[in-house]
């Protein structure tokens, strides 16, 4: 590998087209001496802004150093639901899939959505590893989220420097469907694939049957290590969230040999913290009855929990009568718990995840 100064550049990738206008990405490549490719996403989900507040500070750190290798970076890779602040896809981009991280790898003749990712597919299989940045509420804990038994993207994700390490699905083979989590079958979406044959919204059949995953999952299985990066505070920017995003992502790039050593940027990168690991094997929280949820005094997210704690009860606004009482049904680690609100019986109150082991600073 060889470290040359940064080279910028700037394209436009046309992913598809509304009646009306092209739905395309803005696309940054910085350019250094020969080594390896990393892909970095954000705003998969239109309210998750941080990630793009990263990467421009990501930006100014790149213009300036010298780099082995590429760095690709998509900023907003969803702009249909960045332009409308909303979580998902409008429906009326696409009703099967509004979430475009349910749609991975993509479809040629698939759904809107699956067609506009089959476009992006390529630019982020071609590269040798990736990161994908997102944004939790102010009541999840920031954590990098990686595949069981995958050493590569476990590397990245402590070199990442979250303080948390979650591990979130069972160990995925590129010839094989893969093993879930024990979460998939309690209501957890980190993990799914979906095979079936999809609808129309009049019930007929679309005429094709897909494979639906998220994006970690699917640039597993495609061989590309990759983590989900999970910062803090959707819906605002947050300078300090940012800055720790864009300190992340510059100490992979160090871990894979492209910052040298030696070099102004990776002596200023401070050693990221040692990393808890958690397993994401508790079926989560959800409540039984609608009302208004108020998580228990003592818990927050990070407490520890025992076997059968109460993490919140649900009750009637109107007559204060109680509806539920919230426990964990095993002990563990709270690591999203709802501030407290209006809920609807069946929504994910809480999460809790089993504690591993406090795991080696920086993974080899």
Same mark, same amino acid.
């Given at each position: =590998?060889?470290?040359?100064?940064?080279?910028?550049?700037?394209?436009? @990738?046309?992913?598809?087209?509304?009646?009306?206008?092209?739905?395309?990405?803005?696309?940054?490549?910085?350019?250094?001496?020969?080594?390896?490719?990393?892909?970095?996403?954000?705003?998969?989900?239109?309210?998750?802004?941080?990630?793009?507040?990263?990467?421009?500070?990501?930006?100014? @750190? $790149?213009?300036? !150093?010298?780099?082995?290798?590429?760095?690709?970076?998509?900023?907003?890779?969803? /702009?249909?639901?960045?332009?409308?602040?909303?979580?998902?896809?409008?429906?009326?981009?696409?009703?099967?899939?509004?979430?475009?991280?349910?749609?991975?790898?993509?479809?040629?003749?698939?759904?809107?959505?699956?067609?506009?990712?089959?476009?992006?597919?390529?630019?982020?299989?071609?590269?040798?590893?990736?990161?994908?940045?997102?944004?939790?509420? /102010?009541? =999840? $804990?920031?954590?990098?989220?990686?595949?069981? #038994?995958?050493?590569?993207?476990?590397?990245?994700?402590?070199?990442?420097?979250?303080?948390?390490?979650?591990?979130?699905?069972?160990?995925?083979?590129?010839?094989?469907?893969?093993?879930?989590?024990?979460?998939? !079958?309690?209501?957890?979406?980190?993990?799914?694939?979906?095979?079936?044959?999809?609808?129309?919204? #009049?019930?007929?059949?679309?005429?094709?049957?897909?494979?639906?995953?998220?994006?970690?999952?699917? =640039?597993?299985?495609?061989?590309?290590?990759?983590?989900?990066?999970?910062?803090?505070?959707?819906?605002?920017?947050?300078?300090?969230?940012?800055?720790?995003?864009?300190?992340?992502?510059?100490?992979? $790039?160090?871990?894979?040999?492209? $910052?040298?050593? &030696?070099?102004?940027?990776? #002596?200023?990168?401070?050693?990221?913290?040692?990393?808890?690991?958690?397993?994401?094997?508790?079926?989560?929280?959800?409540?039984?009855?609608?009302?208004?949820?108020?998580?228990?005094?003592?818990?927050?997210?990070? &407490?520890?929990?025992?076997?059968?704690?109460?993490?919140?009860?649900?009750?009637?606004?109107?007559?204060?009568?109680?509806?539920?009482?919230? !426990?964990? /049904?095993? /002990?563990?680690?709270?690591?999203?718990?709802?501030?407290?609100?209006?809920?609807?019986?069946?929504?994910?109150?809480?999460?809790?995840?089993?504690?591993?082991?406090?795991?080696?600073?920086?993974?080899?």
């Amino acid at each position: =590998m060889g470290v040359e100064p940064t080279r910028h550049e700037v394209t436009t @990738r046309q992913l598809g087209r509304t009646p009306a206008r092209d739905v395309s990405v803005t696309v940054h490549r910085y350019c250094g001496g020969d080594g390896p490719t990393v892909y970095v996403q954000a705003a998969q989900h239109g309210i998750e802004l941080n990630g793009p507040a990263a990467l421009r500070r990501l930006h100014n @750190r $790149l213009c300036d !150093a010298k780099l082995a290798g590429t760095v690709i970076v998509v900023p907003v890779m969803n /702009p249909l639901a960045f332009d409308t602040r909303s979580y998902a896809t409008p429906d009326e981009y696409d009703a099967q899939y509004p979430n475009v991280n349910r749609v991975w790898p993509g479809a040629d003749d698939g759904s809107f959505q699956q067609r506009i990712v089959a476009e992006l597919w390529p630019l982020a299989a071609g590269a040798d590893a990736a990161i994908d940045l997102h944004t939790g509420t /102010p009541s =999840m $804990l920031e954590h990098v989220r990686v595949v069981e #038994n995958d050493k590569k993207a476990t590397a990245l994700a402590t070199a990442f420097g979250t303080n948390y390490r979650l591990i979130g699905d069972g160990p995925i083979s590129s010839e094989s469907g893969g093993e879930a989590s024990s979460n998939v !079958a309690n209501g957890d979406e980190s993990f799914i694939r979906d095979d079936t044959v999809r609808t129309t919204q #009049n019930g007929e059949h679309s005429g094709h049957t897909q494979s639906t995953e998220t994006f970690r999952i699917a =640039m597993t299985r495609a061989d590309v290590p990759t983590i989900t990066v999970e910062l803090g505070d959707s819906r605002t920017v947050d300078h300090s969230v940012a800055e720790r995003g864009a300190v992340g992502i510059c100490r992979v $790039l160090k871990q894979r040999g492209m $910052l040298t050593a &030696s070099g102004v940027l990776a #002596n200023q990168l401070p050693e990221p913290p040692t990393q808890h690991q958690l397993r994401d094997d508790i079926p989560v929280s959800v409540t039984p009855a609608s009302g208004l949820f108020e998580p228990a005094a003592n818990c927050t997210v990070g &407490s520890e929990v025992t076997d059968g704690e109460t993490l919140g009860v649900v009750y009637d606004p109107t007559t204060f009568e109680e509806k539920a009482t919230i !426990a964990t /049904p095993k /002990p563990g680690v709270i690591y999203s718990l709802s501030h407290g609100g209006t809920v609807f019986a069946g929504e994910r109150v809480a999460s809790v995840a089993t504690p591993i082991e406090r795991t080696a600073r920086v993974d080899t």
